[in-house]
């Protein structure tokens, strides 16, 4: 993942640095693709509708359920479980604490229901990420009181 908004030491890259101006020769430095395999990240669009109903898109719904203090249960819904077929399916989900470090991440098999458990029990902040193969990356970002 490429945040424009960080700056990176370790690759010498300064803060809002677009995607764009990293060269054809950029690759990332953990899993070695280059900047042209990057797809950009959207946010959900949540609207109203004429009768001042609010609809999210469900289809990638990331359910948390808190288990404990320290654990949760993340899945992925709309009105049932997420597909899990070879052509539609979430491949993974992640967890990410609040500097946008990967702190866990499972990568889920063909047929695999998208449910998984993580902890949390040093987290203020942890966001949630999951990676649809037909409608790339979502995500939800949690604070814990």
Request: hydrophobic fraction near 40%; include cysteine.
């Amino acid at each position: 993942m490429y945040d424009e908004s960080i700056w990176d030491n370790y690759e010498n890259i300064k803060a809002w640095t677009k995607m764009h101006d990293l060269g054809v020769d950029f690759k990332c430095p953990i899993c070695w693709e280059y900047a042209e395999n990057f797809q950009e990240i959207i946010e959900e669009v949540n609207y109203i509708d004429e009768n001042n109903i609010l609809w999210l898109e469900f289809e990638h719904y990331i359910n948390i359920e808190e288990l404990s203090d320290w654990k949760i249960k993340v899945s992925v819904w709309k009105w049932d479980l997420h597909p899990s077929w070879e052509e539609h399916r979430i491949s993974q989900i992640s967890l990410f604490d609040e500097y946008w470090d990967l702190v866990s991440e499972y990568f889920l098999d063909i047929w695999e229901e998208p449910i998984v458990e993580f902890d949390i029990d040093w987290l203020d902040e942890y966001e949630i990420v999951v990676r649809c193969s037909v409608h790339w990356l979502w995500w939800r970002k949690i604070k814990n009181d």
